[in-house]
């Protein structure tokens, strides 16, 4: 009975290892970019770390194993059930010391995790097992620990309970190894009251810090966005925050501000119109990305346009933007337009299985902060909407900043062309990001700038458009690499151009 209760407890342990180094991959994720190179440092710090604690585990002596077994469980417990909550504070009100934070926390983790196995090990060598058994049966364990955590945080933990909740409620599983060790090992074990205390006192701890978990991001998001946060969630693809200062809505994606409801109609008018109103006969759109529906609300302002098709992998933005009644209102109610279709998948596997054509697609992905958004800037992915776009129809690309990012503005400009696409690149000032950019895309290379427009419209006439298609000397054409999925060089040139104003 003693055996199986050890080899259970490498499940469980296994489990909260693999679980704190995902939580502490995604939150630094969220909050920094760049998944591949979070994840990598990430798990070549934990994998050396569990390195050193394997190494020092052989300093433990043989009738102090059981005891030291239950100590670090409890310290795993509690520092790995505090991290997520400790980094995201942080992050939000400290700011600079988080990555040193982030790897020290790591570093801890998974030197104690690193101590456990071989514990586990030495405990069931003393209880005379065959070494081939234990090693056969350990890793067992080990493996399939961690492939229920890889299986169930994506899935199920991430998006329901959120990072923070989630990284108190493995603290308690190893609280319970600790408990359940200390039970079953009861008679053999010295200090069996002090070990009690101190378990319950860290349980006490985890639950409370379970229970106030909501609270807790909300303090920290108030820190990192400073308005009221109206809504926000965790979904398997990003964190959405919305946040309400008297009359300005504003909606952040991994902390990073998509529009402000006071001056975003600059941005969206920009982003459609300037295509649009040069195809009167344009009948169906496709949008890409824009789950918010701003710049779908434009698209439908003009009466010929019969269908429009709007991709977005969140269901959780479409849904918000189209039930909750602040939100709704800002976008003109028009994810609930009977022309429109809401399709929740990648776009860029939606467009290999889509067989139709569109006279307008209009390209409103966040910027390319990431790997993962990186592709939908890619040779590939322009190459495959090349296919789905009519030749004398458009595509109107939001391309980050020409003035703040120039060389990854003028990355997607050769990487629209690379694909036989003719471009016209052009910009605007937007008060809540400063100088912002947009390409003008075409297969058969005919576009002409409107020098008037049909409907009314709040910053676009003539005048206006005719200036954003002049670009000024500090942000000149940049002569630049395709963006190939392989090397994504987008992503780096994105992250170089941003530090640059930073420093």
Not at 93 to 99: C, E, K, N, T, V
Not at 316 to 333: D, G, I, S
Not at 396 to 421: D, H
Not at 424 to 451: C, D, K, N
């Amino acid at each position: 009975m003693t055996k199986k209760i050890l080899i259970l407890s490498v499940f469980v342990v296994a489990s909260c290892g693999l679980a704190y180094e995902l939580i502490a991959g995604a939150l630094s994720s969220y909050l920094l970019g760049d998944s591949v190179l979070q994840f990598s440092t990430i798990i070549g710090c934990y994998l050396f770390a569990m390195g050193v604690g394997a190494h020092f585990s052989k300093y433990v002596r043989d009738e102090d194993v059981l005891s030291r077994f239950i100590d670090i469980e409890l310290a795993v417990g509690l520092i790995g059930g505090l991290s997520a909550a400790v980094l995201f504070m942080t992050f939000t009100w400290m700011g600079a010391p988080f990555r040193t934070v982030l790897y020290v926390t790591v570093f801890m983790i998974g030197a104690m995790v690193g101590m456990e196995v071989p514990l586990v090990m030495r405990a069931l060598n003393e209880r005379r097992t065959e070494f081939a058994e234990i090693v056969s049966r350990v890793l067992t364990f080990d493996y399939l620990g961690a492939l229920a955590v890889s299986l169930l945080f994506p899935l199920v933990l991430a998006p329901h309970l959120g990072l923070v909740r989630t990284g108190f409620l493995f603290g308690m599983l190893n609280v319970g190894v600790a408990l359940w060790t200390l039970y079953v090992f009861r008679a053999e074990l010295s200090d069996l009251t002090a070990k009690a205390i101190r378990a319950g006192l860290v349980l006490f701890t985890l639950v409370l810090g379970f229970g106030f978990s909501d609270k807790m991001v909300e303090w920290g998001e108030h820190g990192l966005f400073g308005d009221e946060v109206v809504y926000s969630t965790t979904t398997p693809y990003q964190r959405l925050v919305i946040t309400r200062w008297k009359d300005d809505l504003r909606l952040y994606i991994n902390g990073n501000l998509q529009f402000s409801s006071r001056d975003e109609y600059r941005y969206h008018e920009a982003l459609v119109h300037p295509a649009l109103q040069t195809l009167p006969w344009a009948k169906r759109v496709l949008v890409l990305g824009g789950g918010d529906g701003l710049a779908l609300r434009e698209v439908l302002r003009y009466g010929h346009v019969e269908e429009v098709t709007l991709v977005d992998l969140d269901p959780a933005m479409t849904q918000a933007f189209a039930n909750r009644p602040e939100l709704v209102k800002l976008n003109a109610n028009a994810l609930n337009d009977e022309r429109v279709k809401v399709v929740n998948k990648d776009a860029a596997i939606w467009l290999q299985q889509e067989a139709g054509m569109y006279d307008l697609v209009i390209v409103d992905f966040p910027d390319p902060s990431s790997f993962a958004l990186g592709k939908l800037y890619s040779v590939p992915f322009y190459g495959q909407l090349r296919k789905h776009v009519a030749a004398n129809g458009l595509i109107a690309v939001q391309s980050t900043s020409p003035y703040f990012a120039p060389n990854a503005y003028w990355t997607i400009e050769a990487t629209l062309r690379e694909v036989g696409l003719q471009t016209w690149p052009y910009h605007l000032y937007v008060p809540s990001f400063g100088e912002w950019g947009f390409i003008m895309a075409s297969p058969q290379g005919r576009y002409a700038p409107p020098t008037n427009y049909r409907l009314p419209m709040r910053y676009l006439n003539g005048e206006t458009t005719r200036a954003m298609f002049v670009f000024p000397p500090d942000m000149a054409r940049r002569k630049m690499a395709p963006n190939r999925l392989d090397s994504q060089s987008l992503v780096r040139e994105f992250e170089d151009d941003w530090r640059q104003v930073i420093r």
